[in-house]
């Protein structure tokens, strides 16, 4: 079993920066792939990014370029910058922990509870 707890939405202009983290607790969690997805109001959800252990990182291609993703094994914290927010970034951001680096919900076993981000024009 892994906790996930996310922190860091918030309201922010257009062009800013936010940095939203995922705390992670429970069995082992360094050893999971850590993804971010997210929720606008009437659509569904969708991947944004997810962080092997070590390796390569992958992105959504609307978020490529404005956002990192990037892990502190030793704090089991998983960040996810974005920066050059927009608009169409606003929705609740989760945070899930799978056994496979994936960018596919299902394959994710352990969910955070969410962090709003809303973009202002």
């Known amino acids: 079993q892994v906790r996930l707890v996310e922190s860091g939405g918030g309201l922010v202009q257009t062009g800013g920066s936010l940095r939203l983290t995922c705390t992670a607790s429970g069995r082992k969690p360094s050893n999971y792939y850590i993804g971010w997805f997210r929720q606008a109001p009437g659509k569904e959800r969708e991947f944004v990014a997810a962080?092997?252990?070590?390796?390569?990182?992958l992105y959504a291609d609307p978020v490529k370029g404005r956002f990192t993703v990037f892990r502190d094994n030793y704090l089991n914290t998983v960040f996810l910058q974005m920066n050059n927010l927009k608009p169409d970034d606003t929705a609740v951001y989760y945070c899930?922990?799978?056994?496979?680096?994936?960018?596919?919900?299902?394959?994710?076993?352990?969910w955070g509870q969410g962090t709003q981000v809303t973009v202002s024009s």
């Open positions: 962080v092997p252990t070590i390796g390569s990182t």
């Open positions: 899930a922990a799978s056994s496979t680096l994936s960018t596919v919900g299902y394959e994710y076993d352990f």
